[in-house]
Protein backbone atom coordinates (compact mmCIF):
# COMPACT_ATOMS: atom_id res chain seq x y z
CA UNK A 1 0.00 0.00 0.00
CA UNK A 2 1.57 3.13 -0.51
CA UNK A 3 0.12 6.06 1.61
CA UNK A 4 1.35 10.23 1.21
CA UNK A 5 0.55 12.19 4.47
CA UNK A 6 0.17 16.01 4.48
CA UNK A 7 1.54 18.11 7.58
CA UNK A 8 -1.35 18.67 9.54
CA UNK A 9 -2.42 15.29 10.28
CA UNK A 10 0.85 13.94 11.31
CA UNK A 11 0.65 16.98 13.94
CA UNK A 12 -2.38 16.04 15.30
CA UNK A 13 -1.46 12.33 15.91
CA UNK A 14 2.03 13.51 17.35
CA UNK A 15 0.24 16.45 19.88
CA UNK A 16 -2.04 12.84 20.94
CA UNK A 17 0.57 10.43 21.16
CA UNK A 18 -1.39 8.48 18.58
CA UNK A 19 1.58 8.81 15.75
CA UNK A 20 1.74 5.00 16.03
CA UNK A 21 -1.17 4.67 14.59
CA UNK A 22 -0.41 6.15 10.75
CA UNK A 23 1.69 3.18 10.95
CA UNK A 24 -0.88 0.50 12.11
CA UNK A 25 -3.34 1.72 10.18
CA UNK A 26 -1.49 2.03 6.52
CA UNK A 27 2.18 0.39 7.12
CA UNK A 28 4.52 2.48 5.58
CA UNK A 29 3.96 6.42 5.50
CA UNK A 30 5.48 8.44 2.46
CA UNK A 31 5.69 12.72 3.55
CA UNK A 32 7.15 15.04 0.61
CA UNK A 33 10.66 16.78 1.67
CA UNK A 34 8.51 19.77 2.25
CA UNK A 35 6.12 18.29 4.71
CA UNK A 36 9.27 16.70 6.51
CA UNK A 37 10.68 20.62 7.17
CA UNK A 38 7.69 22.13 8.11
CA UNK A 39 7.16 19.12 10.81
CA UNK A 40 10.67 19.76 11.49
CA UNK A 41 9.99 23.57 13.11
CA UNK A 42 9.17 22.05 16.45
CA UNK A 43 12.48 19.86 17.66
CA UNK A 44 10.32 17.33 19.52
CA UNK A 45 8.75 16.44 16.24
CA UNK A 46 11.34 16.04 14.18
CA UNK A 47 13.41 13.59 16.81
CA UNK A 48 9.72 11.67 16.79
CA UNK A 49 9.55 11.61 13.48
CA UNK A 50 13.77 10.49 12.86
CA UNK A 51 12.90 7.26 15.26
CA UNK A 52 9.77 6.06 12.75
CA UNK A 53 11.79 3.86 10.27
CA UNK A 54 8.20 3.74 8.71
CA UNK A 55 8.27 6.91 7.90
CA UNK A 56 10.05 8.32 4.40
CA UNK A 57 10.45 11.03 3.01
CA UNK A 58 10.08 11.90 -0.87
CA UNK A 59 10.32 15.17 -2.93
CA UNK A 60 8.34 15.48 -5.54
CA UNK A 61 9.78 16.08 -9.09
CA UNK A 62 7.20 17.52 -10.90
CA UNK A 63 8.28 21.65 -10.11
CA UNK A 64 5.69 22.93 -11.81
CA UNK A 65 2.72 21.25 -10.82
CA UNK A 66 3.78 22.35 -7.18
CA UNK A 67 4.40 25.91 -8.47
CA UNK A 68 0.88 25.94 -10.18
CA UNK A 69 -0.64 24.28 -6.48
CA UNK A 70 1.09 26.89 -4.60
CA UNK A 71 -1.14 29.36 -5.95
CA UNK A 72 -4.10 27.86 -4.03
CA UNK A 73 -2.58 25.54 -1.10
CA UNK A 74 0.46 26.53 1.02
CA UNK A 75 3.70 24.37 0.20
CA UNK A 76 3.51 20.97 2.45
CA UNK A 77 -0.45 20.39 0.32
CA UNK A 78 1.05 21.38 -2.74
CA UNK A 79 3.89 18.90 -2.79
CA UNK A 80 2.16 16.58 -1.28
CA UNK A 81 -0.58 16.62 -3.98
CA UNK A 82 1.78 17.12 -6.80
CA UNK A 83 3.53 13.83 -5.00
CA UNK A 84 0.44 11.97 -5.13
CA UNK A 85 0.13 12.69 -8.83
CA UNK A 86 3.61 11.29 -9.56
CA UNK A 87 3.08 8.33 -7.33
CA UNK A 88 -0.51 7.58 -7.82
CA UNK A 89 -0.97 6.53 -3.68
CA UNK A 90 -3.87 4.49 -2.38
CA UNK A 91 -4.53 7.33 -0.29
CA UNK A 92 -3.41 10.84 0.47
CA UNK A 93 -3.46 11.51 3.94
CA UNK A 94 -4.89 15.58 4.01
CA UNK A 95 -7.28 17.24 6.29
CA UNK A 96 -7.39 21.19 4.78
CA UNK A 97 -10.69 21.61 2.86
CA UNK A 98 -9.34 23.01 -0.17
CA UNK A 99 -6.53 20.78 -0.32
CA UNK A 100 -8.79 17.80 -0.30
CA UNK A 101 -11.38 19.23 -2.53
CA UNK A 102 -8.25 19.88 -4.94
CA UNK A 103 -6.68 16.11 -4.34
CA UNK A 104 -10.29 14.64 -5.03
CA UNK A 105 -10.45 16.36 -8.65
CA UNK A 106 -7.48 15.14 -9.57
CA UNK A 107 -9.02 11.55 -9.12
CA UNK A 108 -6.55 10.70 -5.91
CA UNK A 109 -8.12 9.11 -2.97
CA UNK A 110 -7.98 10.78 0.28
CA UNK A 111 -8.31 9.82 3.58
CA UNK A 112 -8.14 12.95 6.51
CA UNK A 113 -7.68 12.35 10.15
CA UNK A 114 -10.95 11.51 11.40
CA UNK A 115 -10.85 8.52 8.57
CA UNK A 116 -7.92 7.26 9.78
CA UNK A 117 -8.81 7.35 13.62
CA UNK A 118 -12.04 5.94 12.58
CA UNK A 119 -10.54 2.92 10.66
CA UNK A 120 -8.35 2.33 13.78
CA UNK A 121 -10.84 1.89 16.22
CA UNK A 122 -12.43 -0.45 13.78
CA UNK A 123 -9.37 -2.44 13.58
CA UNK A 124 -9.65 -2.77 17.46
CA UNK A 125 -6.35 -0.06 17.90
CA UNK A 126 -8.10 2.69 19.88
CA UNK A 127 -11.09 1.09 22.18
CA UNK A 128 -13.06 5.00 22.15
CA UNK A 129 -13.02 7.53 19.44
CA UNK A 130 -14.41 9.98 21.92
CA UNK A 131 -11.31 10.55 24.02
CA UNK A 132 -9.25 11.12 21.74
CA UNK A 133 -11.42 13.18 19.57
CA UNK A 134 -11.77 15.75 22.98
CA UNK A 135 -8.03 15.73 23.17
CA UNK A 136 -7.84 16.92 19.75
CA UNK A 137 -10.41 19.56 20.61
CA UNK A 138 -8.01 20.65 23.68
CA UNK A 139 -5.43 20.90 21.19
CA UNK A 140 -7.06 23.43 19.12
CA UNK A 141 -8.29 21.43 16.31
CA UNK A 142 -11.43 22.98 15.67
CA UNK A 143 -14.30 19.56 15.71
CA UNK A 144 -18.06 20.11 16.26
CA UNK A 145 -18.65 19.36 19.89
CA UNK A 146 -22.00 17.86 18.74
CA UNK A 147 -20.47 15.98 16.15
CA UNK A 148 -18.27 14.43 19.29
CA UNK A 149 -21.17 13.59 21.19
CA UNK A 150 -22.25 11.31 18.69
CA UNK A 151 -19.32 9.00 19.98
Do not use: H
Request: include cysteine.
Amino acid sequence: MIVISDTSPITNLIQIDCLDLLNVVFGKIIIPQTVYNELCELAEQKKILDDQDWISVVSAENRLAITQLETQLDKGEAEAIALAMELQPDFLIIDELKGRTIAEEMGIKIVGLLGTLLKAKELGYISELKPKLEQLVNQGLGINLSFISMF
